[in-house]
């Protein structure tokens, strides 16, 4: 049962006092677990005119227990797979690094700096990473081409 309270209490904290460029709503009234997220893209990166949907889905163990957190929208970005998942890479969520005292707005505050500031060495795609060293302009034409593609405006 703590669980749901801390989760309850996040939430409507979230909600009333979000960090910037990001909304929290529950995705289903009924469910405290799956959480939808709009974070929309910081200034001066390639996502900047587009707002992407997140899924984050929290586990029945939390907090001892880290949240999941994939993108609805699809983006090209080195820390997010290319796939239906949209799976994110975050050191934080690992099991093995995340800890009981983290909040879910930390979370996706550092969610959103990723989108700012990609972290090629602990990339999920490879491909993107490798040209976002070698060729960083190409990279954030195709980031900015898929952001106006996918992302809503």
Known sequence: ??????????????????PEGITVELADESNLYEWKVYM??????????GKFLIRLSLPTGYPFKPPTVSFAT???????????????????????????SSKIGAVLQ????LLAEPMPDDAVEGRIAEQFRSDHKRYDELAREWTRKHATP
């Open 1 to 18: 049962m703590g669980s749901q309270k801390r989760i309850a209490k996040e939430l409507s904290e979230l909600v009333e006092s979000p």
């Open 40 to 49: 929309e893209g910081p200034e001066g990166s390639p996502y900047q005119d």
């Open 74 to 100: 699809k983006i090209y970005h080195p820390n997010v797979t290319n796939d239906e998942k949209g799976s994110m890479c975050l050191g934080m969520l690992r099991a093995d690094e995340w800890k009981p």
């Open 110 to 113: 550092f969610a959103r700096q």
